[in-house]
């Protein structure tokens, strides 16, 4: 193991809260070498940066992969990394809002419906019920 890839392990894992494995075994399965490029060159590498903390690059990652419109698993991935960092599902919801601008409606939107689940639990989330309907997901 490469310092890169400890460093990985160690900020995905504190990011995530779950083991780096948990994350990628299923990719290892196929492709380890791929598997060991997903832990060193984001989180090894970009998210050990000092310009940014955790939390604006869970923001950054939340919007763009919204934006992205194809990668919901990953997306999700993001959004419970973005709420063990302690952001709100309020704050999450707008993230999503904020994207429909510069997206369009329907990415921000189904990126909505593919976090759902982890979106409802805070009864403080009315935007994102509303939104979920709006969008037929609810």
Known sequence: MNARYL????????????????????VAEVAPDFARMTIEFPFG????????????????????LAALGSAAPQLRVHVAA???????RTEIVEILM???IYA????????????????VD????????AASRVAGHG
């Open 45 to 64: 590498d970009l998210y050990a940066r000092d310009a940014l903390d955790l939390r604006a690059r869970e923001i950054a990652a939340i919007a763009a």
């Open 7 to 26: 460093r990985g392990v160690e900020i995905l894992e504190a990011v995530t809260g779950n083991p780096a494995e948990q994350l990628t075994n299923r």
């Open 104 to 119: 369009g409606f329907p990415a921000a939107l189904n990126a909505l419906a593919a976090c759902h689940d982890l979106l």
């Open 122 to 129: 805070e009864p403080a989330c009315a935007p994102c019920q």
């Open 98 to 100: 904020q994207t429909a």
């Open 82 to 88: 973005a709420l063990h960092l302690g952001m709100t």
